[in-house]
Every structure is written in C-alpha cells, then in structure tokens.
C-alpha cells in the first residue's frame, strides 16, 4: 500500500502569512492526490483535487503542486479562519490519508 | 444541495454487529461511486473502502475486509456499512463520503459508533 507522509505535524503563523504543508507518497501517484480542511467536531472540507484543481467554493488563496511522489498546499494571506488540520489523500491505489497538520494561527 | 446523512450509530458490546446507513440527496446518487471513513478520536482518517455505482465493484482496505462489508440501495439513494464482530478499536466517527474526481468531494457530518462494554 501507498504510504503518505505529512509535514509538518503542526505549525503556528500570524494573520497574512504564507505557508506551505508538505506531503511525501511512497510511490509515484500520477497526481491522485487531494487536500482537505477539518476544524473541529466537522467533517473534512475538499480544497484541492487532482493536486492542483481548486474545488468550487474555495478561496483562492489556497493552492495546490506537485508532481510524482511530492506534494504541497499552499495558503497565501492566512485568515483567521484557516485554522485548522488538514490532510492529504492519495488514491492512486486504494486511498491513504496523510497524518494531518494542525494549523494555528497566532 | 449534496447532503449525506449517517444515521445507526452507538454504543455496542464488543464482538456485536451494527449497520450504519447514509441518506444521501441532492444529487443523482447511482451515478457515483461511494465510500466510508472513519476517524478515530483523537485520530486521523482512515479509509474503509468504497462501492461503485451498480455494485459491481467493492473496494475494502485489507485489514477491515474480513468485518464489514459496503452496500448500496440506489432506489433509496442509501448507503450502507454493515460491521461485524466490532472491537474497541473500532470505536470512531464514521463518515460517508461521495466521490469526486479525485478522493471524495462531499461528506456527512458522521456518525459516532462506540464499541464498549
């Protein structure tokens, strides 16, 4: 199975900053690759899929890259409402979910 | 709208069964695949697996293959996750979730499945 690794486990910026979450597959994924946003006690939101496709509805602050075995999300001008965990998924293969990255915002 | 709806949730003993449903709406529900996850608390998600649209093709996650089991009631644009011999490690929010292009674009508010004596 294809394991994803997530980085960082948690990070803590300010209000307009950048950022940038990382997730590592442990084979190519042909960019079946997918980030959600999860605040607490609700289901996950889709931000991006196909690595880079922003989903209907969602700011465009948010973006997505990669290609072949590493991915990223970017969040440009972090509002206070982006914190949040999010996770990755891969489903190249039967899907595996990255760890999560808990995002503060100071 | 999209709305997924989990409903039959709750507490069971240990070694029972319990069979969860997703109402689903809002959208031509037997023209996408569907699947099930779930989230430990505390925890992240897990994948348990997903069903396509005529039932055709059952895709589990290997450790769980043996224990539930996925089906779908497309008249009754209803989802079902059938579970067996559960044990605490079992006990977590479970989601239904709809397909999207890639991974799964909408989600249910989930329903919480303890597994406890």
């Known amino acids: 199975d294809i394991q994803m690794t997530q980085s960082p486990a948690s990070l803590s910026a300010s209000l307009g900053e950048t950022v940038s979450i990382e997730c590592l597959a442990s084979?190519?994924?042909?960019?079946?690759l997918a980030w959600y946003q999860q605040k607490p006690g609700k289901s996950p939101q889709l931000l991006i899929y196909?690595?880079?496709s922003l989903q209907d509805g969602v700011p465009s602050r948010f973006s997505g890259s990669g290609s072949g075995t590493q991915y990223s999300l970017k969040i440009n001008s972090l509002e206070s409402e982006d914190a949040a965990t999010y996770f990755c998924?891969?489903?190249?293969?039967?899907?595996?979910f990255g760890s999560g990255t808990k995002l503060e915002i100071k | 709208e999209v709305k997924l709806v989990e409903s039959g949730g709750g507490l069971v003993q240990p070694g029972r069964s319990l069979k969860l449903s997703c109402a689903a709406s809002?959208?031509?529900?037997?023209?996408?695949?569907m699947g099930w996850v779930r989230q430990a608390p505390g925890k992240g998600l897990e994948w348990i697996g997903e069903?396509?649209?005529?039932?055709?093709?059952?895709n589990y996650t290997p450790s769980l293959k043996d224990k539930f089991t996925i089906s779908r009631d497309n008249a009754q644009n209803t989802l079902y996750l059938q579970m067996s011999k559960l044990g605490s490690e079992d006990t977590a929010i479970y989601y239904c979730?709809?397909?999207?292009?890639?991974?799964?674009?909408?989600w249910g508010q989930g329903v919480m499945v303890t597994v406890s004596s």
């Open positions: 809002g959208f031509s529900f037997n023209d996408y695949w």
């Open positions: 084979e190519d994924i042909y960019n079946n």
């Open positions: 998924l891969q489903d190249s293969e039967y899907p595996t």
């Open positions: 069903i396509n649209q005529d039932s055709s093709t059952i």
């Open positions: 979730a709809k397909a999207g292009f890639s991974g799964f674009d909408y």
């Open positions: 196909y690595a880079s």
